[in-house]
């Protein structure tokens, strides 16, 4: 596992149910709400000054979304692709990766496809039954309550950079 984890250069996440809790929140003019984790957004932010790129693809379109994405610095977003192999794929070879160069987080059956195609299939400890036999590695926080910074933290810690992201944060 740690020669697979060691190699990957590029993290995907689904947002609603990992980056997020799953929950759709309805405002009373009908806008639709979502609930992030701020320690899975810096995470994210640790993983880029770590080189780790962070990715987004999300079968839903929302501008809620957007915003923290773009707040987040997140440049490769992609909303709106319930099949996501095919872009995962595109994306792949644009960024002159392999999918061994990869790690994908997810929770629900749409993400089975990319799950099966990566180096590190992950997922968040709330995924259905059937993604979960698909990762390698499972989170211990449910998702919108941290898994993200978690799957970041294994990513980072097992590639030997956690400890040092650590020490510029604390100097």
């Known amino acids: 596992m740690r020669e697979i984890v060691e190699n990957i250069k590029l993290l995907v996440c689904d947002v609603d149910g990992v980056m997020t809790d799953g929950g759709l929140y309805y405002s009373e003019e009908g806008q639709i709400i979502k ?14 000054h770590a ?18 994405i773009e707040g987040l610095g997140i440049c ?4 709106g ?27 629900d059956w749409v993400d089975a496809a990319p799950m099966r195609m990566v180096g590190l299939p992950m997922a968040v400890k709330n995924a259905q039954p ?18 993200v910074r978690e ?15 650590w020490e510029r944060w604390i100097d």
């Open 130 to 147: 059937e993604i979960k036999r698909l990762a390698l590695w499972i989170s211990s926080k449910r998702g919108g309550e941290g898994a």
């Open 81 to 107: 692709h319930r099949e996501k192999g095919g872009l995962l794929k595109e994306l792949v070879v644009r960024k002159g990766l392999s999918l061994s160069q990869v790690a994908y987080l997810g929770d």
């Open 35 to 48: 609930r992030f984790c701020v320690q899975d957004g810096l995470g994210i932010k640790l993983a880029q």
């Open 76 to 79: 490769e977003y992609h909303e």
């Open 151 to 165: 799957a970041i933290s294994f990513i980072l810690r097992a590639q030997g950079k956690l400890k040092g992201v």
């Open 51 to 68: 080189g780790l790129e962070i990715a987004v693809i999300t079968g839903l379109v929302s501008r809620a979304v957007r915003k923290r």
